[in-house]
């Protein structure tokens, strides 16, 4: 759910060269989407990474397992968040959008609802972290079968979500590896 | 100001969300715990798995951190999520190169 308006702006994390006089100032504006920008795809990757291992219960154990399930949740929050704007403007649009934003917004609404219900059920079924926390609650095959069937769901619509946005992925990468922190001002 | 809103917007969105799975859960039976789910004797697959569990048959591991050695899940999950994402980024490519070339021999 990545802001398209953010998009047009990926150069802009090359706006550190505005010493030079060929490119244009940098201007405070400018420094905002650049720094909104970063944290964006910060953010995203930490949740790529955040999920896969968290996806890997036999490499992390269960209470790493829970407690990443646990933060995953609250970045997964502050994303949305983040990104809320693109939320309201296509579900707006919805009719009026060619078939390839249609398809993102469909993707992002599928993810959103599993990876909320697996981390939800994820809580509810949690052998070790909420009992840390002096929290117990009964046993379910609901929520534990909700679990297994929304994990999977979700393995499959994260790199589908990442992917339909691997030119912005790319540009912002691109931009990271000819980035110079000297010339930032 | 804006964020806090946009958090707001979000978080109800999620609780609507849990909400629904809570009322589905209801419905089924099984989100206490106590419903109809868990009062009909638990499927064959489960039981056995128990059977494989209390003979030692399945090792639990313990819940002592990162199992560095074991790394063939996180392999595993890489493999499923950039397999997937190489899909996705392929036939976005193809089409983008069909566009081009539609676009080119209009020109």
Known sequence: ?185 | MKFGRQLAAVVLAVAVIVGLGMLWAHASGGGTGAGRALRQAPPGEVVQRLRQIKTGAIRIRPDDGLHLADTGDLIRTCMIEAALAAVVVMVSAVRRWHRRTRRAART
């Open chain 1, 1 to 185: 759910m990545r802001g398209t308006a953010v998009l047009p702006h990926c150069w802009l994390m090359n706006a550190g060269r505005a010493t030079s006089l060929a490119d244009p100032p940098v201007t405070a504006s400018r420094r905002r989407i650049l720094a909104r920008t970063r944290l964006d795809f910060w953010l995203d990757a930490l949740l790529l990474v955040a999920f896969t291992l968290a996806y890997s219960l036999g490499f992390t154990g269960i209470a790493i397992h829970e407690w990443l399930g646990i933060g995953l949740g609250a970045i997964l929050l502050v994303h949305l968040t983040l990104h809320w704007d693109w939320v309201i403007r296509i579900t707006g649009k919805l009719l009026r959008r060619d078939g390839r934003e249609r398809f993102i917004w469909l993707v992002n609404l599928l993810l959103l609802m599993s990876m909320t219900l697996c981390i939800a059920s994820g809580i509810l079924i949690s052998e070790v972290a909420l009992p840390q926390l002096g929290i117990s609650l009964p046993a379910s095959f609901f929520w534990r079968q909700m679990h297994d069937t929304t994990a999977t769901l979700t393995l499959i619509l994260v790199p589908i979500h990442a992917a339909l946005r691997w030119r912005w992925i790319v540009g912002v990468a691109r931009r990271f590896a000819t980035w110079r922190p000297g010339r930032s001002r």
